[in-house]
């Protein structure tokens, strides 16, 4: 006999803090991406440029930490889905029905997580490190030229 898979239904609550918080990051990158691009618009001079471009690599690590929250929720789900033998854990809401998964499938699924979270996370603070260390070639390539 075919059993029907175990079903988490979807709670509308965390599906509206979700659209939210989504709605907040995006309406906050577009003001921080305009501000950006009409100051940078009006910058004639090299070494204002030069100073500019450090500030924009900060704010672009700033926004590296900040990203580095939900993946550290993402690490912990995956986590507790480890322990509790179970996806997703207990306790967590979702935002769509989600199937359940049980023993190692469960546990499968929060190490793929885990992993996903910590290759996010390397990802997002090599990015600004990488992008510095190529101004700094190109600032001191255009200097000593």
């Given amino acids: 006999m075919d059993r029907q898979p175990e079903i988490q239904p979807a709670d509308p609550a965390a599906r509206r803090r979700a659209l ?7 309406a906050l990158g577009a003001l921080l991406l305009s501000l ?3 100051v940078t618009r009006q910058i004639d ?3 204002q440029a030069e100073r500019w471009l450090y500030l ?6 700033l926004a590296g930490l900040l990203m580095l929250w939900p993946l550290r ?5 995956g986590g507790d ?19 359940v998964l049980r023993d190692a499938a469960a546990r499968r ?12 996370a390397l990802i997002v603070l090599l990015i ?18």
């Fill in 73 to 77: 929720r993402l690490w912990r789900i």
């Fill in 109 to 120: 699924r929060g190490r793929q997580l885990q992993l996903f979270a910590l290759a996010m």
């Fill in 36 to 38: 950006v691009d009409g």
């Fill in 81 to 99: 889905a480890i322990h509790s033998r179970r996806f997703p854990p207990p306790g967590l809401a979702v935002v769509r029905a989600t199937p």
């Fill in 128 to 145: 600004p490190v990488l992008l510095a260390w190529m101004v700094l070639r190109l600032v001191g390539t255009a200097g000593a030229g």
């Fill in 20 to 26: 939210r918080w989504l709605l907040v990051a995006t």
């Fill in 56 to 61: 924009l690599i900060g704010l672009l690590a």
């Fill in 45 to 47: 001079d090299p070494l």
